[in-house]
T-cell receptor, first 115, second 113 residues
Framework: NAGVTQTPKFQVLKTGQSMTLQCAQDMNHEYMSWYRQDPGMGLRLIHYSVGAGITDQGEVPNGYNVSRSTTEDFPLRLLSAAPSQTSVYFC??????????????FGSGTQLSVL | DQQVKQNSPSLSVQEGRISILNCDYTNSMFDYFLWYKKYPAEGPTFLISISSIKDKNEDGRFTVFLNKSAKHLSLHIVPSQPGDSAVYFCAAVAIQGAQKLVFGQGTRLTINP
């Protein structure tokens, strides 16, 4: 049972480059989300999706795009990487939306450095 | 504005003793609270949760206490074990929040043998 799979695990970019962080889940979860973890800041929500074809912004969406064409996949796109986007990125999913007692399952993270 | 705060970046506890991790929140709309545990190079994993209709929830060695009037919750681990060494995140959500969890900064717990 793979759960939530994120690729790549590590990535180094130059300022201005673009890239896509991949996230896939095999639990048929409706809800998927992206968080970034920075020292002293905890986990902050970037974008989330409540189902295929539906996405919305979180707390820190600027500089990132998402799409949800299938239930399984939720890629995160960095349009023009900036040093401020150096962070550890986590994808998460859960079974239902609006059911606040549904816990999130997290991937193992992508460590991104922007030079 | 940090809506969920964990004011202790780190905590060191002797094996076998009690570990107490604290969390404060400012948004009175939060009505469900969760604790996640994170090991290095892994994603956070769910540990325990509590609804605002309760003031205590227990699961084995882990107990979460909620004081709504003080907007404060705490996680107690008794007895503490070396495998408990990890970063612990407190998180909160409002019923209207559609799973938009708000996380604290995390507390690094170290259990010393």
């Amino acid at each position: 049972n793979a759960g939530v799979t994120q690729t790549p695990k590590f990535q180094v970019l130059k300022t201005g480059q673009s890239m896509t962080l991949q996230c896939a889940q095999d639990m048929n979860h409706e809800y998927m989300s992206w968080y970034r973890q920075d020292p002293g800041m905890g986990l902050r929500l970037i974008h989330y999706s409540v189902g295929a074809g539906i996405t919305d912004q979180g707390e820190v969406p600027n500089g990132y795009n998402v799409s949800r064409s299938t239930t399984e996949d939720f890629p995160l796109r960095l349009l023009s990487a900036a040093p401020s986007q150096t962070s550890v990125y986590f994808c998460a999913s859960s079974r239902r939306t609006g059911a606040f007692n549904e816990k999130l399952f997290f991937g193992s993270g992508t460590q991104l450095s922007v030079l | 504005d940090q809506q969920v705060k964990q004011n202790s970046p780190s905590l060191s506890v002797q094996e076998g003793r009690i570990s107490i991790l604290n969390c404060d929140y400012t948004n009175s709309m939060f009505d469900y609270f969760l604790w996640y545990k994170k090991y290095p190079a892994e994603g956070p994993t769910f540990l325990i949760s509590i609804s605002s209709i309760k003031d205590k929830n227990e699961d084995g060695r882990f107990t979460v206490f909620l004081n709504k009037s003080a907007k404060h919750l705490s996680l107690h681990i008794v007895p503490s074990q070396p495998g408990d060494s990890a970063v612990y995140f407190c998180a909160a959500v409002a019923i209207q929040g559609a799973q938009k969890l708000v996380f604290g900064q995390g507390t690094r717990l170290t259990i010393n043998p």
